[in-house]
């Protein structure tokens, strides 16, 4: 079966193909055959396309289009011509995964889109502006491709949708139930994803586990995964809520938000610029949203990238604990994304005040040699903390076979 994903954004488009054929196992992440990518922001009334194949053949061009469902094409096309060409034809494509961001209450697990799950995505578009008419888009300008291949919808908000009520809703008024004002959580696909493989690398029932989930990328949040379920998140209504981040501010007290818009007059698109763009680690550091050069200047003795870090560490903890109370218990800690996978400044930091649970990290020298998806906990740790690369298009690509080929 070969299998095409998409991840359909406002400034850039990501696919990548798996080409299950000769598979007979489907229980690890097997290496997409081609990736491709559209940076919209690369130069204006411009797109670049990137395609490469896993043998290493790749194109880069950059081509005079504007219209995202002719990029889209056009990134497709590389998929049957010139140097990344993986397929002799488009019709070897079974179905085509997409990730969309907000599925709202309903959409508890993946689907195969039709026209109600269209008009879903559509009329979830007040609560998510930036990603949900990508998505959209995306869906519709591969059915134009594709005409009558499946296409299956994975929502990033399904993994939180069975949270508790006392964890999902805002102490606002009542009201806000009505209106939709909720936790809705995000980065589901890659908590789930993250959850799952960790109870295989323990070797043991997800059932059975209470399992804290770090997604630290440019976009961060935690999950509280007891026996399967997300039970909590640090992601609310927005992506905003929660953890300090690249850009974004995480949580801050909102009267903050009515003296900006009181005393200077700050208006709705000012303040989301603000606290989406202009916040976290590089409003603090005032240098990059990047940790990497955060750090690198923190050890080259900068105060704002000092603080920064020690911020970012100081709420990732706080809340890690706050996850560890949903829980009632921690079995298993997982570190992923950009930060999670490759930090072990953020590993010691972050686990170092559990140690009271008797969890305890490998030596630090092995921690700087450790690479690919492992536990990091000492062998006499009682809580396992494992680092495992997120796989969300391998996700993804796992829901559509589970919808075309249910298991009986
Ligand atoms: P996105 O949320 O955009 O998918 P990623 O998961 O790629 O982001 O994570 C990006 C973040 O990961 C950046 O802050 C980057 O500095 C950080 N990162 C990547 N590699 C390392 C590393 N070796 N050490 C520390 N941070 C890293």
């Given at each position: 079966?070969?299998?095409?994903?998409?991840?359909?954004?406002?400034?850039?488009?990501?696919s990548?193909?798996?080409?299950?054929?000769?598979?007979?196992?489907t229980?690890a992440?097997p290496i997409?055959?081609?990736?491709?990518?559209?940076?919209?922001?690369?130069?204006?009334d411009?797109v670049?396309?990137?395609?490469k194949?896993?043998?290493?053949?790749?194109?880069?061009?950059?081509?005079?289009?504007?219209?995202?469902?002719k990029g889209?094409?056009a990134?497709?096309?590389?998929?049957?011509q010139?140097p990344?060409?993986?397929?002799?034809d488009?019709?070897d494509?079974?179905?085509v995964?997409?990730?969309?961001?907000?599925?709202?209450r309903?959409?508890?697990?993946?689907?195969?889109?039709?026209?109600?799950?269209?008009?879903?995505?559509?009329?979830?578009?007040?609560?998510a502006?930036?990603?949900?008419?990508a998505n959209?888009?995306?869906?519709e300008?591969?059915?134009?491709?594709f005409?009558?291949?499946?296409?299956?919808?994975?929502?990033?908000?399904?993994?939180h949708?069975c949270?508790p009520?006392?964890a999902?809703?805002?102490?606002g008024?009542?009201?806000w139930?009505?209106q939709?004002i909720?936790?809705?959580?995000?980065?589901?696909?890659?908590?789930?994803?993250?959850?799952?493989?960790?109870?295989?690398?323990?070797?043991?029932?997800?059932?059975?586990l209470?399992?804290?989930?770090?997604?630290?990328?440019n976009?961060?949040?935690?999950a509280?995964?007891?026996?399967?379920?997300s039970v909590?998140?640090?992601?609310?209504?927005?992506?905003l809520?929660?953890?300090?981040?690249?850009?974004?501010?995480?949580?801050?007290?909102?009267?903050i938000?009515?003296?900006?818009?009181?005393?200077q007059?700050?208006?709705?698109?000012?303040l989301?610029?603000?606290?989406?763009k202009e916040?976290?680690?590089?409003?603090?550091?005032?240098?990059?949203?990047?940790?990497?050069?955060?750090?690198?200047?923190?050890?080259q003795?900068?105060?704002?990238?000092?603080?920064?870090?020690?911020?970012?560490?100081h709420?990732?903890?706080?809340e890690?604990?706050?996850?560890?109370?949903?829980?009632?218990?921690?079995?298993?800690?997982?570190?992923?994304a950009?930060?999670?996978?490759?930090?072990?400044?953020?590993?010691?930091r972050?686990?170092?005040?559990?140690?009271?649970?008797?969890?305890?990290?490998?030596?630090?020298?092995?921690l700087?040699?450790?690479a690919?998806?492992?536990?990091?906990?000492?062998?006499?740790?009682?809580?396992?903390v494992?680092?495992?690369?997120t796989?969300?298009?391998?996700a993804?690509?796992?829901?559509?076979?589970s919808?075309?080929?249910?298991?009986p």
């Amino acid at each position: 079966m070969k299998i095409l994903v998409l991840n359909a954004g406002s400034s850039s488009h990501k696919s990548c193909l798996f080409d299950l054929t000769s598979r007979s196992s489907t229980d690890a992440a097997p290496i997409p055959v081609w990736r491709a990518a559209l940076d919209w922001t690369h130069q204006a009334d411009m797109v670049e396309l990137v395609a490469k194949t896993d043998t290493g053949d790749s194109v880069k061009e950059v081509l005079p289009i504007t219209d995202k469902a002719k990029g889209i094409a056009a990134m497709v096309q590389t998929l049957v011509q010139g140097p990344t060409q993986v397929l002799d034809d488009l019709s070897d494509i079974a179905v085509v995964g997409h990730r969309v961001v907000h599925g709202g209450r309903d959409y508890q697990a993946p689907v195969i889109v039709d026209a109600d799950v269209k008009a879903a995505i559509s009329s979830l578009i007040p609560l998510a502006p930036a990603h949900n008419p990508a998505n959209l888009q995306g869906i519709e300008a591969m059915a134009t491709i594709f005409e009558a291949v499946p296409q299956v919808a994975m929502f990033d908000t399904a993994f939180h949708a069975c949270m508790p009520d006392a964890a999902s809703t805002y102490p606002g008024p009542y009201d806000w139930i009505d209106q939709g004002i909720r936790r809705y959580g995000f980065h589901g696909i890659s908590h789930q994803y993250v959850a799952e493989r960790a109870a295989d690398l323990v070797g043991q029932d997800i059932a059975t586990l209470k399992i804290l989930t770090c997604h630290l990328g440019n976009g961060c949040s935690l999950a509280a995964v007891r026996h399967g379920y997300s039970v909590d998140t640090t992601m609310g209504f927005t992506p905003l809520d929660g953890l300090m981040m690249g850009s974004r501010s995480g949580s801050v007290d909102p009267g903050i938000l009515i003296h900006l818009m009181e005393q200077q007059h700050y208006t709705a698109d000012q303040l989301s610029t603000l606290l989406n763009k202009e916040s976290g680690l590089k409003g603090i550091s005032g240098l990059s949203n990047d940790m990497r050069l955060v750090v690198e200047a923190m050890e080259q003795g900068n105060y704002q990238a000092k603080l920064a870090v020690d911020m970012f560490i100081h709420r990732l903890r706080r809340e890690m604990g706050a996850m560890v109370a949903s829980l009632g218990g921690l079995d298993v800690v997982v570190f992923t994304a950009g930060i999670g996978e490759n930090s072990p400044l953020v590993w010691q930091r972050a686990c170092e005040p559990f140690e009271f649970l008797g969890l305890k990290l490998i030596s630090d020298n092995d921690l700087s040699q450790a690479a690919g998806d492992q536990d990091i906990a000492a062998a006499d740790s009682a809580v396992r903390v494992l680092v495992i690369h997120t796989q969300e298009e391998w996700a993804i690509a796992q829901a559509c076979i589970s919808l075309l080929q249910p298991t009986p």
